[in-house]
């Protein structure tokens, strides 16, 4: 059911996004299987079943997409934006040598506890406390 073009049509109308052809391709690449695609490898594999679906329509349509809930985002330390098919609150593991992108689940109430631990420890070295309530952990290296 996951990926039918039932499902992925009523995913994209629960998120407010009006249906056209082009979106529901874009939504079958995007939420196929778990992935972190950068806009270009979108407009790549678009390419494939639209060859004329154009660069700003395609990068327009990820950020209706990114805005409405229905992928995430992931912002490299390089600059690079990815777009998660995984919009869980979950972490990354980014293997530096391949690149290779692994999602990662912490347990709540150890989530919890590091954030709490982050937070007070933000207000102890700056004196502020953090409006923004986000933790976000990406652990980096080499796989061996
Ligand atoms: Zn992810």
Redesign the pocket.
């Known amino acids: 059911m996951e990926g039918t073009n039932e499902a992925l049509r009523s995913r994209l109308e629960q998120a407010g996004i009006r249906f056209t052809a082009q979106r529901l391709e874009m939504a079958r690449i995007l939420l196929s299987r778990p992935q972190?695609l950068t806009a270009e490898q979108v407009l790549r594999m678009m390419n494939r079943r639209f060859p004329r679906a154009s660069r700003a329509t395609v990068f327009n349509n990820l950020k209706l997409f990114a805005q409405k809930g229905v992928v995430?985002l992931?912002e490299l330390k390089s600059g690079v934006t990815l777009y998660?098919s995984?919009t869980r609150r979950?972490h990354?593991a980014v293997d530096s040598v391949t690149g290779n992108?692994v999602?990662l689940e912490l347990n709540q109430a150890l989530e919890k506890r590091v954030f709490a631990e982050l937070m007070q420890e933000y207000a102890t070295v700056t004196g502020h406390n953090l409006a923004q309530s986000e933790l976000q952990i990406t652990l980096r290296g080499r796989a061996k």
């Open positions: 972190h995430g992931l998660d995984n979950h990354h992108i999602d």
